[in-house]
């Protein structure tokens, strides 16, 4: 119940392209999912976050869609380009809960 | 700003060896958390602290595993007598506050290889 389940492992997209993420969850509690971007050698860093009382938030070239009956989130990088390689991972909490449960993460590779 | 500062960045230890691993957390943060990554997983929690004080352990292993957080000074995670499969990236992070709406800054972690 407290999985995150995360796929691809890895992806790779055309410079220009979409690159599309995705991750379910089971426990009906989590009500803040947010994505981290991790580069090599480096620790993760807030990329952007959802709470469910909105089916999508934009910034930028990144997206995140949410569709809470299917328990399903995912990111969506528009226009991907070469700096956005990097391993991608999304995560669940309860709003008052300090623990972040994560997936396993999604290595993006664009080519030029 | 600094953000959060992990050191060393790579250590390398022998089996039975004690492993010390140092976060200094973002200045006017006072919430500390330690994961642990291994390859091709995300982050596991491991513990919460706040100055002097452990929150929440309940990720950490029972053995050889302790952290703290002193009033002056870095955060230490600490492996006594360590294994092979202590082998794994450490990641520090920290808050302002608490809860999941106050972001966790991440420091550039710390590679634990043991030998």
């Known amino acids: 119940q407290q999985q995150v389940k995360q796929s691809p492992q890895s992806l790779i997209v055309q410079k220009g392209g979409i690159s599309i993420i995705n991750c379910a969850y089971e426990?009906?509690?989590?009500?803040?999912f947010p994505w981290y971007q991790q580069f090599p050698g480096k620790g993760p860093a807030l990329l952007i976050a959802?709470?469910?009382d909105v089916s999508e938030k934009k910034e930028g070239r990144f997206t995140i869609s949410f569709n809470k009956s299917a328990k399903q989130f995912s990111l969506h990088i528009m226009d991907s380009q070469p700096g956005d390689s990097a391993t991608y991972f999304c995560?669940?909490?309860?709003?008052?809960?300090?623990?972040?449960?994560w997936g396993a993460g999604t290595k993006l590779i664009i080519k030029p | 700003n600094a953000g959060v500062m992990q050191n060393p960045r790579h250590l390398v230890r022998r089996r039975g060896q004690e492993a010390r691993l140092r976060c200094s957390p973002m200045?006017?943060?006072?919430?500390v958390y330690w994961y642990r990554q291994l390859p091709e997983e995300g982050l596991k929690f491991m513990v919460y602290?706040?100055?002097?004080?452990?929150?929440?352990e309940s990720g950490m292993p029972k053995e050889r595993f302790s952290a703290e957080f002193p009033k002056e000074g870095p955060s230490i995670l600490r492996i006594q007598q360590v294994v092979r499969g202590d082998s794994a990236a450490y990641f520090c992070?920290?808050?302002?506050?608490?809860?999941?709406?106050?972001?966790?800054?991440f420091g550039p972690g710390t590679r634990l290889t043991v030998l």
């Open positions: 995560a669940a909490s309860e709003s008052d809960n300090y623990q972040l449960i």
């Open positions: 959802i709470r469910p």
């Open positions: 992070a920290s808050s302002q506050g608490t809860g999941a709406y106050n972001e966790q800054f």
């Open positions: 200045k006017g943060h006072s919430h």
């Open positions: 426990n009906t509690a989590f009500d803040y």
């Open positions: 602290l706040q100055k002097e004080n452990i929150i929440d």
